[in-house]
T-cell receptor, first 114, second 119 residues
Framework: AQKVTQAQTEISVVEKEDVTLDCVYE???????LFWYKQPPSGELVFLIR??????QNEISGRYSWNFQKSTSSFNFTITASQVVDSAVYFC???????????FGTGTRLLVSP | GAVVSQHPSWVICKSGTSVKIECRSL??????MFWYRQFPKQSLMLMAT?????????EQGVEKDKFLINHASLTLSTLTVTSAHPEDSSFYIC???????????????FGPGTRLTVL
């Protein structure tokens, strides 16, 4: 069975601080996909990244970076120099290859104060 | 990028009434669509897989007779909450996969969600 765990329920930081959101996953498949989504107060999911299980390269996109480690089944997300606009709920998700449905973690609410 | 729309974006109804939510893929065809439910301050949980031309596949614990899904065409899936009760109040989100152009992966596109409040 698949499972995604986001142990951090809520994180509060002050603007310009760096923050890392943790994600640990479980799957029996050797081929799978990992995702991060942002959900602002409007509710609409904003896609941030997809990573397949064969690509362990870390990725950086502007102030965002992701650290994928298969050895620890983790796919952590770091925001550098956080901004108030980063305040949202962030979901980590997993899907098996060949299946398109996603299993979501419980989400981490990030509050960035000025 | 691809766009998936939902209608209505929010709805308030009385207990016992039925509510229909539409999910449309605007610029691509989707033989499969997914319906998720999100209770306040909780995660998204898959309710069912909508299949064009055949019956929907429901996740364990989801009542088929209460949440009727109809995939009427390659661009439209509808979720009808029958005899809605306050405990059905939730945020309903659909998604549709679009075939990748440069990869075998089907990118998931999410609708903006429908907030249902049952009084």
């Amino acid at each position: 069975a698949q499972k995604v765990t986001q142990a951090q329920t809520e994180i509060s930081v002050v603007e310009k601080e760096d923050v890392t959101l943790d994600c640990v996953y479980e799957t029996r498949d050797t081929t799978y996909y990992l995702f991060w989504y942002k959900q602002p107060p409007s509710g609409e999911l904003v896609f941030l990244i997809r990573r397949n299980s064969f690509d362990e390269q870390n990725e950086i996109s502007g102030r965002y970076s992701w650290n994928f480690q298969k050895s620890t089944s983790s796919f952590n997300f770091t925001i550098t120099a956080s901004q108030v606009v980063d305040s949202a709920v962030y979901f980590c998700a997993l899907s098996e290859a060949g299946f398109q449905k996603l299993v979501f973690g419980t989400g981490t609410r990030l509050l960035v104060s000025p | 990028g691809a766009v998936v729309s939902q209608h209505p974006s929010w709805v308030i109804c009385k207990s016992g009434t039925s509510v229909k939510i539409e999910c449309r893929s605007l610029d691509f065809q989707a033989t499969t669509m997914f319906w998720y439910r999100q209770f306040p301050k909780q995660s998204l949980m898959l309710m069912a897989t909508s299949n064009e031309g055949s019956k929907a596949t429901y996740e364990q614990g989801v009542e088929k007779d209460k949440f009727l899904i109809n995939h009427a065409s390659l661009t439209l899936s509808t979720l009808t909450v029958t005899s809605a009760h306050p405990e059905d109040s939730s945020f309903y989100i659909c998604s549709a996969p679009k075939a990748g152009v440069r990869s075998s992966y089907n990118e998931q596109f999410f609708g903006p969600g429908t907030r249902l409040t049952v009084l």
